[in-house]
């Protein structure tokens, strides 16, 4: 057969196992990880893996030699909010004087700054500025990623950031899975008025399952903002209009979100700082992913971080996310969160891997499509510049990227 593509000389190559469900507690320990080895693709796929010493009688159109380095899945970035206007480093001062996120959000701040500026954006601003965050996630290895809306809390602004979500679809070759925020924040007009600002976000599922224009809903469940009842009335409607589920929870308040999210059977429960060892133990019996976002946690300037390490222990499926926005975490680099990952949340090398590849597709439904590489499969890939697949949570704050590929493509190179 005559191949695409021939990557040849790879020193390592990572293969998360092939999975039909998210890996769960010690399945995140397994990680194979093949040495001197090779790989062809045809169209957008992965036909053959092999060793390097097969090469030599293969034939490919083009030949990339991965010169002893590491070469990955591409990554998955399960939660990002990378449609918006204008920016919050106004607000850096007010983080560093000690004022809470929750505060600076209650003063008018925070979520509803960027919703003004979200607002303020023409559809094209909003896709040249996510066009060049998206750009820069790509050069970081991501090729499978989500993307929110939650910065308009009205219909005209919430379908402005749905539809900038589905022009990156159609513009790059990366996948990005779409999630519909509209319970973000409060608007400040509608305070008092909660219910019916949540029912005008329920009925606006209508529209946005019309133009098939997001396969999640997401609420911020958190003191202030959205109750557990609040929460709960809101997903379930949702589900029941054919979305899945996601929810913000247990973020800086332990309100019990991790708990909720399993009862309902949603795909993930997402930060899970302040969960509960009662919702731990309910997330471990469950299919639901934990998302967690160590970057939020750092950049929010906290000193307890989600706990990973029980969680796991416990049998929970974890994935790891940038949390990328203009305010609690504002990095594309999903690298600095494997770093993050092994620092603060103590996860092993093995167990980080796995959760920035096969789990997180898990958090997105992307399970058995993105986060792994199998022939059949798509080959989406990135070369590494590292000596070995431990190196990157190690040397934190960089791009280690070499080469990244997309569905058979060079999407990016240094
Ligand atoms: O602050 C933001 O813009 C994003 C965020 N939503 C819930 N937590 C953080
Ligand atoms: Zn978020």
């Known amino acids: 057969m005559d191949y695409d593509l021939l990557v040849y000389n790879i020193g390592e190559l990572i293969l998360p196992k092939a999975t039909l469900t998210p890996l769960k507690g010690e399945e995140m320990k397994q990680l194979t ?124 602004t919430e379908l402005k950031q749905l539809r900038v979500v589905k022009h990156l679809n159609r513009k790059y070759p990366v996948s990005i899975v779409s999630t519909f925020l509209g319970p973000h924040a409060i608007p400040p007009s509608q305070k008092g008025k909660e219910h019916e600002f949540l029912q005008e976000m329920i009925e606006l599922l209508d529209v946005v399952k019309s133009e098939n224009l997001a396969e999640y809903a997401d609420i911020f469940c958190e003191t202030g903002v959205f109750t557990i009842e609040q929460s709960k009335h809101f997903l379930l409607k949702a589900k029941e209009k054919g979305f899945g589920m996601k929810i913000h929870a247990d973020e800086i308040d332990s309100l019990g979100g991790t708990e909720l999210a399993v009862d309902i059977g949603a795909i993930s429960a997402d930060h899970l700082v302040a969960a509960s060892d009662e919702g731990i133990r309910k997330l471990a019996k469950s299919e639901t992913v934990a998302v967690l976002l160590p970057g939020t946690t750092f950049y929010l300037g906290k000193d307890s971080y989600a706990r990973a390490r029980k969680m796991i222990d416990e049998g929970v499926a974890v994935s790891l996310a940038t949390d990328f926005n203009p305010g609690s975490c504002v990095t594309e680099n999903l690298q600095l969160i494997m770093s993050l990952a092994a620092l603060k949340l103590k996860m092993t090398v093995e167990e980080i891997w796995n959760a920035v590849t096969v789990n997180g597709a898990f958090a997105i439904g992307q399970g058995g499509e993105a986060g792994t590489l199998e022939v059949g499969k798509q080959a989406s890939f990135v070369v590494w510049d590292v000596p070995n697949y431990m190196y990157i949570p190690y040397h934190f704050g960089v791009n280690h990227a070499k080469t990244v590929y997309c569905r058979g493509k060079k999407v990016w190179e240094r």
């Open 33 to 156: 990880v093949k040495n001197n080895a090779a790989f062809a693709t045809k169209g957008e796929n992965i036909v053959w893996i092999g060793t390097n010493e097969e090469v030599s009688h293969l034939h490919a159109k083009e030949y990339l030699d991965a010169e002893q380095k590491v070469v990955s899945p591409g990554l998955v970035d399960p939660h990002t909010h990378l449609v918006f206007g204008g920016s919050r480093e106004k607000e850096l001062a007010l983080k560093q004087a000690g004022v809470p996120y929750l505060e600076i959000l209650a003063n008018g701040g925070g979520i509803l700054s960027t919703v003004e500026a979200t607002k303020q954006a023409t559809e094209e601003e909003l896709v040249k500025k996510a066009s060049f965050h998206l750009e820069r996630m790509i050069s970081y290895g991501v090729t499978t990623m989500e993307a929110k809306s939650g910065y308009g809390l009205d219909t005209e």
